[in-house]
């Protein structure tokens, strides 16, 4: 998707594909990358926290959730970005006309991918934010962490559902829900929760997984009849924000999107 958008600008450079095999690699990389002519970097599992050592600078969207996924390379003085979170937004935004505030939006998981987009989301007048998690101390080390930067209600849980339970009434309140959890994930069985009983039909259900296209999760919900997105607008999304980091120029949010539709369909 990078490539395509610098082609079309007619800006000559390349993105490609680097596989790092180990920490010591890493450095090697990094030693390399700040005598190089490298505009800048994507940074994907399981390396967006060990980066941050090599770095001189974490921009506050970095800082806040300790995870790197775009490194600016000016000179060799390295910033560190995180644009999955507002990567989400922007693509609901422009995908589905979302409004975050006043919302009720509830994360499923704790693990990187959703400490990116709580942070973001609590810079939108939310008017709460659940976090839901198999390991429920996890949620709550990043409701404290959220509490010390943000004002708004943060409830945490874990993923145990059945009507009796304050999360199953949770999960029934909330607008939009957002399944960070990497069960689906290649296709792997199961949901994270056991039942979607607490669903309405006015809920808005996001996942962010986009291979499979549609998770058994969101299926169930789409079969419910509530609004579905995958997380192939996320991926394009934080791409067209790295974009714009690494280029100053404008990206081609829509040409990114459709990029990765493709591949996101393509048979596992
Ligand atoms: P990522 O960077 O993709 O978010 P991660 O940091 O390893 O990956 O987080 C994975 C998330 O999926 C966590 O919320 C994890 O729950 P735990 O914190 O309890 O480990 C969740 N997860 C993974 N496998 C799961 C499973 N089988 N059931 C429930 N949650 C699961």
């Known amino acids: 998707m990078h490539q395509a958008v610098l082609d079309k600008i007619g800006l000559n450079h390349t993105y490609g594909a680097l596989l790092i095999n180990s920490n010591q690699d890493l450095e090697l990389f990094f030693d390399m990358l700040k005598i190089s002519s490298v505009k800048g970097v994507n940074v994907t599992v399981p390396y967006k926290e060990s980066v941050i050592k090599y770095l001189d600078t974490l921009d506050h969207s970095a800082q806040n959730c300790q995870a790197v996924n775009t490194i600016v390379n000016n000179n060799g003085h390295l910033t560190g970005y995180n644009t999955d979170g507002r990567g989400l937004v922007y693509s609901l935004q422009q995908d589905v006309g979302v409004d975050l505030l ?18 973001e989301l609590c810079n939108h007048n939310l008017s709460s934010l659940t976090i839901l998690n ?6 709550d080390t990043l409701q404290y962490g959220l509490e010390s930067h943000y004002k708004l209600p943060i409830y945490t849980g874990s993923l145990t559902i059945d009507e009796s339970t304050i999360e199953w009434e949770r999960l029934h309140s909330a607008d939009i829900i957002i399944q960070t959890t990497s069960i689906g994930l290649m296709g792997t069985p199961g949901s994270p929760l056991s039942n979607v009983s607490w669903a309405r039909s006015s809920q808005l259900v996001v996942d962010i ?3 499979p296209y549609a998770t058994q999760f969101l299926m169930d919900c789409s079969n419910l009849g509530l609004k579905t997105v995958n997380g192939v607008g996320m991926l394009a999304g934080q791409g067209a924000l790295a974009f714009e ?22 048979v596992i």
């Open 209 to 211: 997984i986009y291979k």
């Open 134 to 139: 198999r390991t429920k101390e996890k949620a």
């Open 245 to 266: 980091l690494f280029t100053d120029y404008e990206a081609d949010y829509l040409l990114m999107r459709d990029i990765v539709e493709k591949t996101a369909k393509d």
């Open 102 to 119: 006043n919302k009720h939006v509830l994360i499923l998981g704790a693990g990187g991918a959703a400490k990116g987009i709580a942070y």
